[in-house]
């Protein structure tokens, strides 16, 4: 049972756009920074967002974050078959004193 | 750019010591603002945190592990390692390494982020 909850599956066409929510409490996303990764099958996860809503250098702009008190999004826009991949989102737990991550989305691009 | 790379050996028993290393290339561990650390994922599961640690020694391990969790760093070679004791098959995983921005002060918003990840390394526990 992961600390951060995400919808195990989320899907829809290409070129439109999708959220992933990932809710969690006072203790880690409610009073810290969150981050969000991708990972392609057989790969390591990527980092997409960090600090809750900034793009490393080479992410897409189509790819972005946001928070709101002890839930965050990620919101991907014209989606591409590409993007078919497993999302996480993590943020460290000041009360287990640990680095937390949600149980993974699966996107499916249809 | 930065290349992390994991070795280790493939298959450990159960109740032996999984030992790992991380690699670190096109860059330094000493002096470095960041931190290293480790992450798996057992076959087709989430990822779960062990724990990371800072070139002069600092570390940060999960308290689910800790009492199992050893992480060191070798700032000489630019490596740190895992070793992971009494394994069970619950430890089959892919181990990560991967450097870490971690930043915990009392009283002020933490954050921890994994920016640069190695490629994984299957260890499988069993007899």
């Known amino acids: 049972q992961s600390v951060l909850t995400q919808p195990p599956s989320v899907s829809a066409a290409p070129g439109q756009k999708v959220t992933i929510s990932c809710s969690g409490s006072?203790?880690?996303?409610?009073?810290?920074?969150v981050s969000w990764y991708h990972q392609l099958p057989g790969t390591a996860p990527k980092l997409l967002i960090y600090?809750?809503?900034k793009r490393p250098s080479g992410i897409p702009d189509r790819f972005s974050g946001s928070k709101s008190g002890t839930s965050a999004t990620l919101g991907i826009t014209g989606l591409q078959t590409g993007d078919e991949a497993d999302y996480y989102c993590?943020?460290?737990?000041?009360?287990?004193?640990?680095?937390?991550f949600g149980g993974g989305t699966k996107l499916t691009v249809l | 750019q930065l290349q992390l790379q994991e070795s280790g050996p493939g298959l450990v028993k159960p109740s032996e010591t999984l030992s790992l290393t991380c690699t670190v290339s096109?860059?330094?561990?000493?002096?470095?603002?960041?931190?290293w650390g480790w992450i798996r994922q057992p076959p087709g599961k989430g990822l779960e945190w062990i724990g990371n640690?800072?070139?002069?020694?600092?570390?940060y391990n999960n308290p689910s592990l800790k009492s199992r969790v050893t992480i060191s760093v070798d700032t000489s070679k630019d490596q740190f390692s895992l070793k992971l004791s009494s394994v069970t098959a619950a430890d089959t995983a892919v181990y990560y390494c991967?450097?870490?921005?971690?930043?915990?002060?009392?009283?002020?918003?933490?954050?921890?982020?994994?920016?640069?990840w190695g490629q994984g390394s299957l260890v499988t526990v069993s007899s």
């Open positions: 006072s203790s880690n996303i409610g009073n810290n920074y």
């Open positions: 096109g860059g330094s561990i000493s002096g470095s603002s960041f931190y």
């Open positions: 993590g943020t460290w737990d000041s009360s287990l004193s640990t680095g937390v």
């Open positions: 600090d809750n809503n």
């Open positions: 640690i800072y070139w002069s020694g600092t570390t």
């Open positions: 991967a450097r870490t921005f971690l930043y915990t002060e009392k009283g002020e918003m933490a954050k921890i982020f994994f920016d640069h």
